[in-house]
């Protein structure tokens, strides 16, 4: 007698049960709070609030600590809810030129207005492990600068001024910016829906596309412009009002790549921009994504097209982590009926075949 | 109930289910022709039925009742998780019986049990290019859909048949709808292609991670590729169902030990149990007296 697996609801059940015991963890340890992971593990939320195209700290710290520090898994949680959120409409564009910067550097110019601001990086630490982290040791405070800082105009506006660069491009008079959480994608993209599809796309992939670009497939010789990190302010037009009202101020990422163009008979040569606008401190992310910018303006500029990190589609079709992991994870669903249909079809190609192999026999004898 | 946590009947936001909607009417208006839509990001991974539990929720209403399978089960877990999210989110009356039912959301099965008019059936898509395979690019297949331009399917089936003998797709066999889109049924098994001809039930289609929802609307023709030398057949089994004796329903492997013994059992859970509900028993099913009680 055979009885019928039955159950999945309460097995279910306790799955969940049994999680939300796994992310507690050890009860005489503290609860995690929230404050914590948006101080101390601050990278960690800017991630998710990237990749989650939700600017907002707490909630992804929640993500976080719900995703038990599996960050995909948190970027999920976190654009599931910003899809049910109300759209009151689009902010004017954000004015990097006037960040309140934090963290400013060129790799093309020594010495520029408004200098080179090292800020809080990670470079030229040395990667040693420190224990007394691993105590809660007092931190020295910072030293702040006295004056107010000189205005730092960006790099690429320098660079502009004599025509050394490809001017910024202008959107045409009355085009809406592209949505694309509001309309599907169709390829070919304009930029501006490639660039939001990069803006959240997997920190992971697109580094991996950018070091491609690098190492020769579809390499375009990219310079480090500039890179800024600091808060801006977002402003929204109301239809009501003659000004624009101030929502609040996010903490971005810049990164603007210089990279070579050959020229052609009705261009002089200049240099030509991948550009990297992420939320939060991320120069990887925004480096990779200004040299994934760069590779996929191939067909704008004329180039050929010969690598992966050129290729709009493979790029963007591919780059949403969100929709990567749901298709590769869905591959734990049950699929009998598909795979009783190809045992079926195997088990007859394997007859006819052994059946063939002795007719051939049989004629040999 | 924190203010977070309310959501609008079904979840998704009005404004949404309109978008839906006109993407559902549009497809149903060309039968087979995939339509983009603005799929959302969805409580569940995409690729775990984003694209059906969109359709239902932007069709679904108090009065419908649900029922959802996965693999022809009411209880496999993911048909499960998608019925708790329908009584959580709608609070609609949900059924496993497929004559109760007015949608009924899918993956990978057609119940046994013939559909009615005002039925819909909601298939869940992973991914809704029948030509994908052969062509990965969007913009081309887009191109030969418009351009009705084919042969590329028909060549692939031809090889099949000039390697193997035969066409070796077993699932995802790709149909013509009413004489002009090739479309590709989701992950059903062949065996169930033909249940989609001319059935009395609206059946809509839904792929979220891809953005696409197409449709077969009621009494609409469709047809499984084939040669006239090597016509469409679907697969049959050589035992009946061992719990309900049912001869000509797709079957299910269940392996029983690990010498190489299995049992083959109805894939639609309701279909059998319905029959041996009736009386109907297999070899392997419990006695009538133990089964009463």
Redesign the interface.
């Given at each position: 007698?055979?009885?019928?697996?039955?159950?999945?609801?309460a097995?279910?059940r306790n799955a969940h049960k049994l999680l939300a015991d796994r992310r507690r963890g050890d009860r005489s340890v503290p609860a995690i709070g929230l404050d914590q992971i948006v101080e101390q593990l601050a990278l960690a939320v800017d991630r998710v609030m990237a990749e989650g195209s939700l600017y907002d700290t707490e909630l992804a710290a929640l993500a976080v600590k719900q995703a038990r520090g599996d960050m995909i898994e948190a970027i999920?949680l976190v654009?599931?809810y910003?899809?049910?959120l109300?759209r009151f409409g689009y902010t004017k564009p954000v004015e990097t030129s006037q960040m309140a910067i934090e963290r400013r550097i060129s790799a093309t110019f020594k010495d520029l207005p408004g200098g080179q601001l090292l800020g809080p990086t990670f470079d030229y630490t040395h990667r040693l492990l420190d224990p007394e982290l691993a105590e809660d040791a007092p931190v020295d405070v910072p030293d702040q600068r006295v004056e107010a800082p000189e205005h730092m105009p960006r790099v690429m506006d320098i660079l502009d001024q004599d025509g050394m660069i490809e001017a910024d491009g202008i959107m045409p008079e009355g085009v809406q910016t592209g949505d694309l959480?509001?309309?599907?994608?169709?390829?070919?993209l304009e930029r501006d829906l490639r660039l939001q599809a990069l803006a959240r796309g997997d920190e992971g992939f697109l580094l991996g596309l950018a070091y491609s670009t690098q190492r020769g497939y579809a390499r375009s010789h990219p310079f480090a412009g500039e890179i800024r990190i600091g808060e801006v302010e977002v402003e929204l037009e109301v239809a009501e009002l003659d000004f624009p009202l101030t929502l609040g101020r996010i903490r971005l990422t810049e990164c603007q790549m210089v990279n070579q163009f050959k020229g052609s008979s009705k261009q002089s040569p200049q240099f030509t921009r991948g550009y990297g606008l992420v939320f939060g401190q991320s120069e990887r992310k925004s480096m990779s994504m200004a040299l994934c910018d760069r590779a996929l303006r191939a067909r704008e500029l004329g180039e050929d097209i010969t690598a992966a990190a050129q290729d709009e589609?493979f790029v963007i079709?591919h780059s949403d982590n969100?929709?990567s992991?749901?298709?590769?994870?869905?591959l734990k669903?049950?699929?009998?009926?598909?795979f009783?249909?190809?045992?079926?079809?195997v088990r007859r190609?394997r007859a006819?075949h052994e059946s063939q192999n002795n007719q051939i026999s049989e004629a040999a004898e | 109930m924190t203010e977070l946590a309310t959501y609008n009947f079904a979840y998704l936001d009005e404004q949404t289910k309109r978008m839906i909607r006109r993407a559902i009417l549009k497809a149903i208006a060309i039968p087979g022709y995939q339509v983009p839509f603005a799929s959302r990001e969805m409580p569940m991974p995409y690729g775990w039925g984003t694209g059906g539990v969109q359709v239902t929720a932007a069709i679904i209403g108090p009065k419908d009742t649900l029922k959802v399978i996965d693999q022809g089960a009411d209880d496999t877990t993911n048909a499960v998780s998608i019925r708790a999210f329908f009584q959580k989110v709608a609070n609609v009356p949900v059924t496993t019986r497929t004559t109760e039912a007015t949608i009924i959301q899918t993956r990978h099965r057609i119940p046994e049990t013939a559909l009615a008019a005002g039925q819909t059936l909601v298939y869940q898509v992973p991914i809704p290019e029948p030509l994908r395979f052969l062509e990965p690019r969007e913009t081309e297949t887009r191109k030969m859909h418009a351009l009705e331009e084919y042969g590329l399917m028909h060549v692939k089936l031809y090889e099949d048949i000039a390697r193997h003998g035969h066409i070796a797709t077993t699932y995802a066999y790709p149909v013509k709808v009413e004489g002009r889109y090739v479309m590709d049924p989701s992950p059903t098994p062949k065996f169930d292609n033909p249940k989609m001809h001319n059935s009395p039930a609206l059946q809509l289609f839904g792929a979220g991670r891809e953005k696409r929802i197409y449709a077969i609307p009621p009494y609409t023709e469709v047809v499984s590729l084939d040669f006239e030398d090597h016509p469409f057949e679907i697969q049959t089994f050589s035992q009946p169902c061992a719990l309900c004796g049912a001869k000509g329903s797709y079957l299910d492997e269940v392996i029983l030990d690990d010498k190489g013994g299995s049992m083959f059992v109805c894939s639609d859970t309701d279909f059998c149990e319905e029959r041996q509900a009736a009386g109907h028993r297999g070899e392997l099913s419990a006695p009538q007296a133990e089964a009463a009680e």
């Open positions: 007698m055979y009885v019928a697996v039955k159950g999945g609801e097995a279910i999920f654009r599931a910003r899809t049910t109300p959480t509001r309309e599907p994608l169709t390829f070919p589609e079709s969100v929709q992991t749901g298709f590769v994870e869905h669903l049950p699929h009998y009926v598909d009783q249909a190809e045992l079926d079809l190609m006819e | -």
